[in-house]
């Protein structure tokens, strides 16, 4: 139905309206049920094509102008007409925004700009507030403003808000020819020869955007209008575009030369896409919004038809789709501006203003207004090498590479193949981009944006954008693979001596770095296959290792290393290093002391690149620890990890820190605990268990709570007399205050008391401040003393946020009895929760068994508790019945807890 069309049946509507309340509520009435009828129908034909909104997106304008014509329609015929209007009485209705482009998502914003020639009269205040009040009612959200001519060109030159706004001006309805006086008066008295200040405004607001929404293309959970690579990129790009060529199209910049055929299709193919998936978020939420939350990306992905494959959730398949969207973007974004730099309508790069003098180009490159750029396309392409040579000449010059040199190049990837990839020149390339100028990272990311990284390892083309759904890591495997390289780079470049001291040393004193480079170039590339992405990474890397030019022995290395990447991580974390077994066990995996060395550089560089906040003092203590006991035995032999010999050193130090003391008091002290105890604290963690357990009474509790920097966490040591079940209740205590536990022991005394000690963080993953820690004590106090019922208080205290409710873990849980000498280590892998670790412990309580320790893991949304156990007699849990016995057990206690806590 046209605008004529619908005005026709609303005025059929209207006749016998008594009086402007009855045709105001007629007129909502009757639009409101076009409306609805107009809205289904667009969201069926949305369904239709669920990845491309190009159509949808011109319905909901369409519709959008039918409505407001149609209203200013009865405003100026039925409620407010003039029957000899003067010139003073003219008026325009105007869109503006993304609604004058014609570009509207269901429940995007309704602009409009209400035009007078002079100072605004009587009557049109009228109709404007009629129309306004009746837009309302309809429940859209109407941004709106009233001006004359001269108010636009006059705040149009104050504020570059409003004259994008003016830029984007579209006539819907009232005086045409008002409307289109203010297009000239714009283009006449604004537009022209300011395109140079409107560019630099609008890319300096670009880029305030993108440090408001995190600075990386490739976050967790990434704004689709405001982030890097969205949608207010591309709209940034067409104001630019309107302002300076005329053009109301994206697609009339190829015939001025500014993109090519594939290019501006690159451009109209992220916007299609983005475009889809911002509607599908406003019609999922109902709402305006924007940001792909993760229980958004889950029904988003649902709703755009992506489904499971092996190895892969359908919203990590998505995800993967969205981000190489946005990578494109950032494409178009960078050939645009440099054909704006090239005009002189925007500035050259910092860099050449800063750094005049430097190295001279080798042919057949040439200085383009400070980048690399391409004198001969023809001679350029002549030798394949060049590919790659442009990128060491950015590394060996320091200057950037052209937008016209990158077009060439990711326009003839094809031209690498695998002669190429087999080419000894072309491998020494690589490998000094990665080894020789101490940036590496720089020329990865290029490589990455501009496909020549996947072209020449296409083994690493599956990893490209690849999203991991999952709270732990923060950047796709591509972006965290680049990360890594650059922590490697930044500790030889000596930059973390202070933050990461051993792996400064290992370098220091020197490694095979073609091994550790090419081992953390590779360490992902077998994600997102059913498959344990070690093994098969491990895998890959014995046919990419030889191609990159590394020799047998380093090749076997590199394989070794990736097989293993996650050992030492998984050791440190998840097992008990006080164990001697532990350490004996994980020196015999990795046998020489210069596997161990590049082991722990690439874990430390590889946890670092996690995320911003992964890394921390505790887990490098962890590995410290892990490295010096594993070095001992490896150098000096197994016996060097001597469970005796670390007893008798523990009660020297405590002795030597407890000089004050009467030596019966020591004697006692000395003498009570078991080896275990001695082997698993630190001295100052038994200097708080003698002072706790100094004339302890038999009903007595008592807590001492203290920041442990090694830790990153705060310690709570708690001494009491032992009875079953008692590591539970103490679990119970600090889940209801909600202290997330990081690590924890429990040990029995010989006469009878226990002394447990926990390491605690607060809900932002920090050590309680000490202001804190009077009513942490209060509150574990009361629980402890039966004042409170864990099991009835975590009801409300172990719900899981909406927005984390679809990090889906399958839950595994292991019995291993060969990697403790005395205990058995039970393993739980499941989703995390508030409540779990009291839940488990409960269960582990009820079935009579006494946990020696517990070693928490956590990943995210994915946790690992690892009990160190025996029975009630003090045996391992060999027999088949009582571990499945158990194991049942644990999962129910698992899966009524998740109920409990609404997932």
């Known amino acids: 139905m046209n605008d004529a069309e619908l005005a026709d049946q609303l005025d059929e509507t209207l006749v016998d309206a008594p009086d402007e309340r009855a045709v105001r509520a007629a007129t909502v009435q009757?639009?409101?049920?076009?409306?609805?009828?107009?809205?289904?129908?667009?969201?069926?034909?949305?369904?239709?094509?669920?990845?491309?909104?190009?159509?949808?997106?011109?319905?909901?304008?369409?519709?959008?102008?039918?409505?407001?014509?149609a209203i200013l329609h009865v405003a100026t015929t039925r409620l407010h007409r003039l029957g000899n209007p003067t010139d003073a009485e003219k008026l325009a209705v105007l869109?503006?925004?993304?609604?004058?482009?014609?570009?509207?998502?269901?429940?995007?914003?309704?602009?409009?700009?209400?035009l007078t020639p002079w100072k605004i009269t009587p009557w049109a205040e009228s109709v404007i507030e009629s129309m306004l009040y009746m837009l309302w009612d309809l429940k859209l959200k109407v941004g709106h403003s009233s001006r004359t001519i001269e108010d636009c060109v006059r705040l149009g030159r104050e504020d570059y808000t409003i004259r994008t706004a003016m830029l984007e001006q579209r006539y819907l309805g009232g005086d045409a020819a008002l409307a289109e006086e203010l297009t000239e008066r714009l283009r006449a008295d604004l537009f022209r020869g300011t395109g140079a200040e409107f560019t630099e405004a609008k890319l300096e607001e670009r880029d305030a955007r993108h440090r408001r929404q995190g600075g990386q293309r490739y976050v967790l959970e990434p704004n689709v209008k405001e982030g890097k690579g969205g949608l207010r990129d591309l709209q940034t790009l067409y104001w630019i575009a309107k302002y300076i060529h005329h053009v109301n199209r994206a697609a009339d910049l190829v015939p001025l030369g500014v993109f090519t055929a594939d290019e501006y299709q690159h451009f109209r193919d992220a916007e299609d896409y983005l475009w889809a998936v911002r509607c599908h978020l406003h019609m999922i939420a109902g709402r305006a919004a924007d940001q792909l939350t993760f229980d958004m990306q889950v029904e988003v992905a649902r709703r755009m038809g992506y489904s499971d494959t092996a190895g892969r959730r359908a919203v990590e398949?998505?995800?993967?789709?969205?981000?190489?969207?946005?990578?494109?973007?950032?494409?178009?974004?960078?050939?645009?501006?440099?054909?704006?730099?090239?005009?002189?309508?925007?500035?050259?790069?910092?860099?050449?203003?800063?750094?005049?003098?430097?190295?001279?180009l080798k042919a057949p490159f040439v200085d383009d207004n400070g980048r690399i750029n391409v004198a001969d396309k023809r001679a350029f392409l002549a030798d394949r090498l060049n590919l790659l040579r442009v990128f060491e000449e950015g590394l060996r010059t320091g200057m950037l590479i052209h937008p016209d040199a990158m077009r060439i190049v990711s326009a003839n990837l094809h031209l690498i193949d695998d002669e190429l990839r087999e080419n000894r020149?072309?491998?020494?390339?690589?490998?000094?981009?990665?080894?020789?100028?101490?940036?590496?990272?720089?020329?990865?990311?290029?490589?990455?944006?501009?496909?020549?990284?996947?072209?020449?390892?296409?083994?690493?083309?599956?990893?490209?954008?690849?999203?991991?759904?999952?709270?732990?890591?923060?950047?796709?495997?591509?972006e965290h693979t680049i990360q890594v390289v650059s922590t490697l780079a930044q500790i030889e470049r000596e930059e973390l001596i202070e933050?990461?001291?051993?792996s400064s040393h290992i370098l220091k004193e020197g490694v095979n770095r073609r091994v550790l480079y090419v081992a953390l170039l590779l360490h992902d590339i077998g994600k997102g296959r059913p498959e344990d992405h070690s093994i098969l990474g491990a895998q890959i890397a014995r046919r990419v290792a030889p191609r990159l030019g590394l020799n047998a022995e380093e090749c076997e290395t590199v394989e070794w290393l990736i097989r293993h990447h996650l050992l030492m991580s998984d050791v440190a974390q998840k097992r008990d290093l006080s164990d001697p077994r532990t350490i004996r066990d994980f020196a015999k995996m990795v046998k020489t002391r210069k596997r161990l060395d590049l082991l722990t550089v690439l874990t430390v560089c590889d946890i670092r690149g996690v995320g911003p906040n992964v890394w921390n003092n505790w887990k490098a203590t962890l590995l410290r620890r892990l490295y010096a006991d594993s070095a001992r035995a490896l150098e000096h032999g197994m016996e060097a990890i001597n469970r005796e010999q670390r007893t008798t050193?523990?009660?020297?130090?405590?002795?030597?820190?407890?000089?004050?003391?009467?030596?019966?008091?020591?004697?006692?002290?000395?003498?009570?605990?078991?080896?275990?105890?001695?082997?698993?604290?630190?001295?100052?963690?038994?200097?708080?268990?003698?002072?706790?357990?100094?004339?302890?009474?038999?009903?007595?509790?008592?807590?001492?709570?203290?920041?442990?920097?090694?830790?990153?966490?705060?310690?709570?040591?708690?001494?009491l007399a032992d009875h079953p079940g008692i590591f539970s209740r103490l679990a119970g205590a600090l889940a209801l205050v909600g202290a997330n536990v990081v690590d924890a022991r429990t040990y029995t005394s010989k006469d009878g008391y226990a002394t447990a000690v926990f390491w605690i963080q607060d809900s932002e993953g920090h050590p309680y401040e000490s202001t804190r820690l009077p009513r942490l004590r209060q509150m574990i106090d009361k629980t402890l003393?039966?004042?409170?019922?864990?099991?009835?208080?975590?009801?409300?205290?172990?719900?899981i946020k909406k927005r984390e409710r679809e990090f889906t873990f399958p839950t595994h849980i292991t019995f291993d009895n060969e990697g403790s000498d005395i205990y058995t280590i039970v393993e739980v892998d499941t989703r995390d929760r508030p409540g779990l670790l009291y839940d488990l412990t409960r269960a582990l309580a009820t079935s009579n068994i006494y946990i020696a320790s517990a070693v928490i893991a956590t990943y995210g949304a994915q946790v690992v508790d690892t009990f160190y156990v025996k029975d009630m007699f003090g045996l391992k849990l060999h027999a088949k019945g009582k571990q499945e016995a158990l194991e049942k057990r644990l999962r129910d206690a698992i899966v009524s807890g998740a109920k409990r806590a609404g997932n």
């Open 30 to 69: 009757f639009l409101q049920k076009a409306r609805t009828e107009a809205t289904h129908w667009i969201e069926e034909d949305f369904a239709t094509h669920p990845r491309t909104a190009r159509d949808t997106m011109r319905y909901y304008a369409r519709m959008t102008d039918g409505l407001v014509n």
């Open 95 to 114: 869109a503006v925004g993304g609604y004058g482009r014609a570009e509207m998502a269901p429940a995007s914003d309704v602009d409009l700009l209400f």
């Open 317 to 360: 398949v998505f995800m993967q789709d969205y981000f190489r969207h946005a990578t494109k973007v950032g494409e178009v974004t960078r050939i645009f501006l440099t054909a704006l730099e090239a005009q002189h309508v925007k500035r050259p790069p910092v860099l050449k203003r800063l750094f005049r003098r430097r190295r001279p």
């Open 425 to 478: 020149e072309a491998q020494r390339i690589f490998l000094d981009l990665l080894l020789k100028h101490g940036n590496p990272e720089r020329a990865l990311r290029r490589m990455n944006e501009l496909g020549v990284l996947s072209a020449f390892i296409p083994e690493f083309e599956p990893i490209v954008a690849m999203m991991q759904f999952n709270m732990y890591h923060s950047y796709t495997v591509d």
């Open 499 to 502: 933050e990461l001291p051993l």
């Open 649 to 719: 050193d523990a009660k020297r130090a405590l002795r030597e820190a407890l000089a004050d003391w009467e030596a019966k008091e020591l004697r006692t002290e000395t003498a009570r605990h078991y080896d275990p105890y001695w082997q698993g604290l630190s001295t100052e963690t038994h200097m708080a268990f003698a002072t706790l357990l100094r004339e302890l009474g038999d009903n007595e509790i008592r807590i001492d709570l203290h920041p442990d920097p090694d830790h990153d966490a705060t310690r709570a040591a708690f001494a």
């Open 785 to 799: 003393k039966g004042e409170v019922v864990a099991r009835d208080a975590l009801k409300d205290r172990d719900k």
